[in-house]
């Protein structure tokens, strides 16, 4: 079973930039993809990005340009840079782990970790 740990929330102005960081162990990684869900107050959770595995990255329109998702091949880390951040980018973001990669929501979920965007 995955063990998923979220950090590097925090609050920032509009504009700035945030690293997160969720540490996983104890999944297949050569056939589980990893990737970030965020949930905004008052919203459905949905996906943010995605690194499926053949290595390639996948993002929902909204944060392409802006956001990098990475993972640390070494150690199993995932990342997720998020640069020129807006306040539509607040909410709890979650690290996700999973073999179905199309639905990555059935996969292992992290605790989150709080991202708050100020104008």
């Known amino acids: 079973q995955a063990q998923l740990t979220e950090s590097g929330g925090g609050s920032v102005q509009a504009g700035g930039s945030l690293r997160l960081s969720c540490a996983a162990s104890g999944y297949e990684r050569g056939s589980y993809c990893l990737g970030w869900f965020r949930q905004a107050p008052g919203k459905e959770r949905e996906g943010v990005a995605r690194?499926?595995?053949?290595?390639?990255?996948t993002y929902t329109e909204s944060v392409k340009g802006r956001f990098t998702i990475s993972k640390d091949k070494a150690n199993g880390t995932l990342y997720l840079q998020m640069n020129s951040l807006k306040p539509e980018d607040t909410g709890m973001y979650y690290c996700?782990?999973?073999?179905?990669?199309?639905?990555?929501?059935?996969?292992?979920w992290g605790q989150g970790t709080q991202v708050a965007v100020t104008s």
């Open positions: 996700v782990a999973g073999p179905y990669c199309d639905d990555l929501r059935r996969g292992y």
């Open positions: 690194v499926n595995t053949d290595g390639t990255t």
